[in-house]
């Protein structure tokens, strides 16, 4: 016999009280916390419970009774479903209030360590179209929304290209208008899809892994320039044929594009960092501009993915490194070298390390062309690099610069950083939380100076921390 399966309650008419983490808020329900996303403090809701934990339930709310005072109605269309940019019914000077209180409860409770005052956070200039990549996906599952389905809604086109949904791998949001990066981007984007239905491309299946257009990604820059690249699946000569004419299509429709590359992805995942970028038309790069720097961006760089605040980001970094122009810097998880560089004026040598070899031919190519030679770049494991010989041969720092991944710092580089024991650590992080762990480790030979938080991602819980530790 089938097991019955729970009934899920409901909690009605309860009042959401707090902003919570993950882009959700909460309420406190007799002993236990309600976790629900797309409400904000001062909501009136009923909540569809959804799964309940010993402490803690996650739900959904399903009827609002009363807006909060301070709610904003959402700007974009897929508000609620693309899964992205969650807090647009928060006012911006609410969303960058909950992002201070969340630094300082994330290195209080969990880095439990002697603080300054927190600096009230940065916020970003622009809130809407700040980003400079994005990438599409192309399904033969077009996802429905719930209204849809209820309204039986039929679609001559199954096809979409946007986003993911969350929870459903296999099935895309058909995304009309995004408001994180520029217009020029929805109207490429849109273009390519009516053209892959006119001329009647498949689209792929991730389940089945047929069909042949996979992906898109489209990166722009302050300097102007923008670069497209469309991922395929390509088995045949006459299936190339055929991906070659959308491709001309682009570069003939859109002559603003200054790049535009191709990858052939016939493996079982999305990702081309180990696939070849071949070149269509235009460049194989664009630039980006920095305080009079220019940074080469290739298909593969990485690059802080809001420009105009990744110049407030390392602009604080350089201020708490307090360079005079005779310290010798390591910058660890240097990337491309945008920091490595960008501090190079003010240093007496700075050393790069990163894991990624292509991204440390990148970073010398950006000292290059910037005419830098106070640089100097390696690639390999930091734990592995930064030893006694490493440091006897580049001499000792007097400043290391840090910024790692989400999951912050492997313990085996905390101790080679306590082991070159520089005067300053400036410790950026994407992550607070992991950031905060890692100066509890730092705590014993170091005292944490000064805090900046900077908002590089509006209308979302993400915020970025730079953190300045001097020993004691």
Request: hydrophobic share 40%.
């Amino acid at each position: 016999m089938a097991r019955k399966r729970k009934e899920r309650p409901v909690l009605e008419k309860v009042t959401i009280t707090d902003v919570a983490a993950e882009g959700k808020s909460l309420v406190r329900v007799d002993d236990y916390v309600v976790f629900v996303p797309y409400v904000v403090p001062g909501d009136v809701v009923d909540i569809q419970v959804r799964r309940k934990r010993h402490h803690y339930a996650e739900g959904t709310a399903i009827k609002i009774h009363q807006y909060a005072e301070n709610r904003v109605e959402p700007f974009c269309q897929h508000f609620g479903v693309c899964g992205g940019c969650k807090w647009q019914m928060l006012p911006y000077d609410i969303q960058i209030a909950n992002k201070q209180q969340q630094i300082f409860d994330n290195l209080t409770r969990i880095g439990k360590i002697e603080l300054p005052a927190i600096s009230p956070i940065i916020g970003s200039e622009k809130t809407m179209f700040y980003r400079n990549k994005l990438e599409f996906t192309f399904s033969n599952k077009r996802w429905l929304t719930e209204e849809e389905v209820k309204a039986e809604v039929i679609y001559e086109q199954m096809n979409a290209v946007g986003f993911h949904i969350p929870g459903a791998f296999d099935k895309v949001l058909a995304v009309e208008k995004c408001w994180l990066q520029s217009d020029l981007s929805n109207e490429i984007r849109n273009a390519v899809r009516d053209y892959a239905y006119a001329h009647n491309y498949s689209f792929f299946n991730l389940r089945s892994q047929e069909g042949m257009l996979r992906n898109m990604v489209i990166r722009t820059s302050t300097t102007g320039e923008l670069m497209v690249i469309l991922i395929c699946k390509i088995i045949t000569e006459e299936e190339m044929a055929s991906f070659k004419e959308i491709l001309q299509y682009i570069a003939t429709t859109f002559p603003q594009i200054t790049s535009l590359m191709y990858v052939v992805n016939n493996k079982c995942n999305d990702t081309f960092a180990d696939l070849e970028v071949k070149h269509f038309s235009g460049n194989d790069y664009i630039f980006e501009e920095m305080e009079g720097l220019r940074f080469k961006i290739g298909p593969k760089s990485f690059y802080q993915t809001n420009s105009e605040q990744a110049y407030t980001l390392y602009s604080v970094t350089r201020d708490f490194a307090g360079l005079t122009g005779n310290e010798l810097v390591y910058d660890l998880y240097t990337g491309t070298g945008t920091i490595a560089n960008f501090v190079a004026k003010k240093a007496k040598q700075v050393v790069g390390i990163e894991y990624v070899p292509e991204a440390i031919e990148d970073a010398k190519v950006n000292s290059a062309i910037n005419s830098i030679e106070n640089t100097l770049f390696y690639a390999g494991d930091m734990k592995d690099l930064l030893t006694q010989d490493f440091i006897n041969q580049h001499g000792k720092p007097d400043v290391i610069i840090t910024d790692p991944p989400r999951a912050g710092m492997h313990l085996d580089v905390v101790n080679a950083i306590l082991f070159a024991a520089p005067q300053r650590i400036v410790y950026v992080s994407c992550n607070p939380a992991t950031q905060a762990r890692d100066l509890a480790l730092f705590d014993i030979d170091y005292k944490v100076t000064k805090v900046q938080p900077v908002d590089m991602f509006p209308h979302t819980q993400h915020v970025e921390n730079v953190v300045l530790l001097e020993k004691r």
